[in-house]
């Protein structure tokens, strides 16, 4: 176990200190969620030299289960967020089928491969 108290030697539980945020959660009650993150001091003061990060996140229903998604959402305003989430969100939905696609033909790759004993 080591002198770490028992964690793996390769995870790191220090807090950033300099990367603080305080986070408000937003949600339409229907399928927008929208995260935003303003960045704060040490004493938990608003941080006025960097930026207020937004994040987007839905589920897209399918026959196995709720799958979710997340994007950033590059607004400085919250009013902005909301108008670029249903973009995002088609984005992010493209994106998950385009990875259901691939992984669908990577299976049918790998069941082609498959020799069965007695079928030569």
Same mark, same amino acid.
């Given at each position: 176990m080591g002198d770490n108290g028992g964690a793996p030697n390769? #995870?790191?539980? &220090?807090v950033d200190k300099t990367n603080?945020?305080?986070?408000?959660s937003?949600?339409? #009650?229907?399928?927008?969620n929208i995260r935003q993150l303003i960045p704060v001091t040490i004493d938990g003061k608003d941080d006025?030299?960097?930026e207020t990060i937004f994040i987007?996140?839905?589920q897209l229903g399918t026959p196995q289960g709720p799958i979710p998604m &997340?994007?950033?959402l590059e607004a400085t305003t919250l009013e902005e967020a909301m108008d670029l989430f249903p973009k995002a969100m088609e984005l992010e939905t493209q994106k998950v089928i385009e990875n259901f696609k691939r992984?669908?033909? &990577? &299976?049918?790759?790998?069941k082609s491969?498959?020799?069965m004993p007695g079928m030569n």
């Amino acid at each position: 176990m080591g002198d770490n108290g028992g964690a793996p030697n390769n #995870l790191d539980f &220090q807090v950033d200190k300099t990367n603080l945020y305080r986070e408000i959660s937003l949600t339409d #009650l229907k399928i927008a969620n929208i995260r935003q993150l303003i960045p704060v001091t040490i004493d938990g003061k608003d941080d006025t030299t960097r930026e207020t990060i937004f994040i987007g996140n839905t589920q897209l229903g399918t026959p196995q289960g709720p799958i979710p998604m &997340q994007a950033k959402l590059e607004a400085t305003t919250l009013e902005e967020a909301m108008d670029l989430f249903p973009k995002a969100m088609e984005l992010e939905t493209q994106k998950v089928i385009e990875n259901f696609k691939r992984m669908e033909a &990577q &299976q049918k790759k790998e069941k082609s491969n498959i020799i069965m004993p007695g079928m030569n």
